[in-house]
């Protein structure tokens, strides 16, 4: 690909995000709290911020927060437990606005998605037409207010909205990219957290701006065989399409080992780690699943896979692993325990969230799980590097 150079101009996309969604609903419901710092998360010793309203952030309150710390931060805010139903409803609201403007539609949570809107703007009216009306309709139908960002890519459009938070819109000039990246911390590298941030301060490099300009083979000395993927979208490339989640028929993960592991805990312990991550990422999706698969394979190259139905669809992080130590214990008492190559869980047969039974059961402890993740170990999680979801 030529520095500087596109691969593909021709999309439009849009992303949409919800300001403050959870607080948002919250004062919208409740007048009174309008104008007020709202916080909304867990509300037990060991809770975490799921939100927080604008009023609230001043205070330095954010997502994943643990509550005491919001607590001492602003002690004066209203603090609400989150009521799930409702912003499900919302969420259902939300989407159905987008549906209205393209059927290209892919959920990324309750409140965030990419639409692709190549087709329909001249249907509409262009570009900057669309992500008013979308915003205008979404306050119609819901109250709440949303951050459109347009670009000809999901990296810039996710980004742009995110830079336009809460209530703006811009359209991204793709001849302007680099004016708009060059001076951006790297962090605002899709896919980059914490872990990666550092490795990247620690070579010098701050800016995206920077890490563009770096020659590959030095990038590659920081980066490993991350350094391609994070130099594209430092020039702004990114040629991912809007996947709808019809199209989204599992969720997985899986891991090679450097050497074949034997030993029965520490494969258990991958299997969990495993779990947790699909589970969460059902959950940020608003979907459930009916099936849990694992996958094994051998010194010798030889790939199992098993499964089993569940009782009811969920998202429920304990019962996903339930299941899938329960036929990881099978295959290891029937086949005598051969040490793995490689170990994988996924789920299929997913369904929108809406019989979330799991939540009433495990919600809260699952969700302060979430936070954890956000917080600390954010950067392997969602579908940045498209690592996580395998779409069939
Ligand atoms: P976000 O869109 O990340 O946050 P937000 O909508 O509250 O605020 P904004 O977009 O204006 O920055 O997440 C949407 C909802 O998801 C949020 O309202 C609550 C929930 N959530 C959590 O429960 N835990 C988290 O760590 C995050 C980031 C969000
Ligand atoms: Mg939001």
């Known amino acids: 690909m030529l520095e500087g150079m596109n691969a593909d101009h021709r999309r439009t996309i849009a992303h949409v995000d919800l300001d403050a969604f959870y607080a948002s609903v919250e004062q919208l419901d409740n007048p009174e709290l309008r104008g007020k710092p709202v916080i909304v998360g867990g509300l037990g010793p060991r809770g975490v911020v799921s939100t927080a309203s604008y009023e609230a952030r001043r205070f330095g309150v954010h997502s994943a927060m643990p509550m005491s710390q919001a607590r001492r931060r602003c002690p004066q805010a209203v603090y609400l437990r989150p009521r799930m139903e409702r912003y499900r409803q919302a969420s259902k609201q939300v989407f159905a606005v987008f549906h209205h403007y393209t059927p290209e539609v892919e959920g990324l949570s309750l409140d965030e998605a990419f639409l692709d809107l190549t087709a329909s703007l001249r249907l509409f009216g262009g570009a900057d037409t669309i992500a008013r009306q979308i915003q205008a309709d979404i306050r119609e139908s819901t109250g709440l207010s949303a951050a459109v960002g347009v670009a000809h890519n999901k990296f810039l459009a996710k980004l742009t909205s995110d830079l336009v938070k809460p209530g703006g819109i811009r359209i991204v000039d793709p001849a302007k990219v680099h004016r708009l990246l060059d ?25 995206i701006g920077q890490v563009r300009k770096m020659d590959l083979p030095s990038l590659r000395r920081v980066l490993g065989n991350q350094a391609e993927h994070y130099r594209a979208l430092a020039n702004g490339d990114d040629d991912r399409p809007v996947e709808s989640h019809q199209g989204v028929k599992s969720i997985s993960h899986e891991e090679t080992f450097d050497e074949n592991v034997g030993n029965h805990d520490r494969l258990l312990a991958v299997l969990q780690n495993q779990s947790e991550k699909v589970a969460h990422r059902l959950r940020k999706a608003g979907l459930v699943a009916g099936c849990v698969t694992i996958k094994l394979r051998d010194g010798r190259f030889t790939t199992i896979t098993r499964q089993k139905s569940l009782p009811r669809p969920t998202s429920d992080t304990r019962i996903l692993y339930g299941a899938a130590k329960a036929l990881f214990e099978h295959w290891w008492h029937s086949e005598g325990g051969k040490p793995l190559r490689l170990l994988g869980m996924g ?6 969230g809406e019989a979330m039974m799991g939540l ?12 954890i993740k956000e917080r600390f170990g954010g950067e392997g999680i969602g579908f940045a590097r498209g690592l996580l979801k395998d779409r069939e």
């Not at 001076?183 to 010098?204: C, F, M, N, S």
Request: charged letters at 20%.
């Open 183 to 207: 001076p951006l911390p790297v962090r605002r590298l899709w896919g980059v957290g914490a872990k990666t941030a550092e490795k990247l301060h620690q070579a010098g490099l701050l800016t």
């Open 347 to 352: 789920v299929t047969q997913l369904g929108a």
């Open 360 to 371: 009433l059961h495990s919600g809260k402890l699952d969700q302060a799980l979430d936070g």
